[in-house]
């Protein structure tokens, strides 16, 4: 869960800087306005999900080992 926390604060601030940082960049931007609202919506919906799935696979991996096994092996 600490993962997921930290990627909604990674999302957030990055949001934040895309939208103060955008109208610098409009021109070299080709074909998107720089506040354009489906890339802004889309962007962080597809990071958020490459994330969590990211975070959540191998946590869920690591939750099927028996600890006492897990331990024994180090």
Not at 4 to 21: D, E, H, N, S
Not at 39 to 51: F, Q
């Amino acid at each position: 869960m600490l993962s997921l926390t930290l990627v909604g604060a990674g999302l957030a601030v990055g949001m934040v800087a895309a939208l103060v940082l955008g109208r610098g960049l409009r021109t070299l931007l080709y074909g998107v306005a720089p506040n354009d609202p489906a890339t802004l919506v889309a962007a962080p919906l597809v990071l958020a999900a490459v994330c969590a799935v990211a975070c959540v696979l191998p946590a869920r991996r690591a939750a099927r080992i028996d600890p006492t096994t897990a331990l024994r092996a180090d």
